[in-house]
């Protein structure tokens, strides 16, 4: 599986973006997905995960304002993210793993995932 993330930019505190993350192979749908960032001089940090089937879960850093989901007809998960605030900078990448997680918080763990996107940098002005 490849994965090709797109969307980022530069955007004004308080305005939107949305990222998309675009995966080959005819079995996108039995993938879960997530969202992960990553800050100048930060770690990796897990920011939104869509399951395989389609529950999801948010770091409580974007709770509220981000929302990922995903359209499996064109094999693509989504990061909408609103009221961008200056602290959500970073190269934002998206993930796949292939097994299936009864709990759903285990997909924090950026070890479990199969597969990762190359990143595009989003870049929210104060």
């Known amino acids: 599986v490849q994965l090709q993330a797109s969307g980022g930019g530069l955007v004004q505190a308080g305005g939107s973006l949305r990222l998309s993350c675009a995966a080959s192979?005819?079995?996108?749908?039995?993938?879960?997905m997530a969202w992960f960032r990553r800050a100048p001089g930060n770690e990796r940090e897990f920011i939104a995960v869509?399951?395989?089937?389609?529950?999801?879960y948010y770091a409580d850093s974007v709770k509220g304002r981000f929302t990922i989901s995903r359209d499996n007809a064109k094999n693509t998960v989504y990061l909408q993210m609103n009221s961008l605030k200056s602290e959500d900078t970073a190269v934002y990448y998206c993930a796949a793993d292939q097994g299936r997680k009864l709990q759903i918080l285990v997909y924090r763990d950026s070890r479990i995932y199969n597969y990762w996107g190359q990143g595009t940098l989003v870049t929210v002005s104060s």
């Open positions: 869509i399951d395989w089937s389609e529950r999801t």
């Open positions: 192979g005819r079995t996108f749908g039995s993938y879960s």
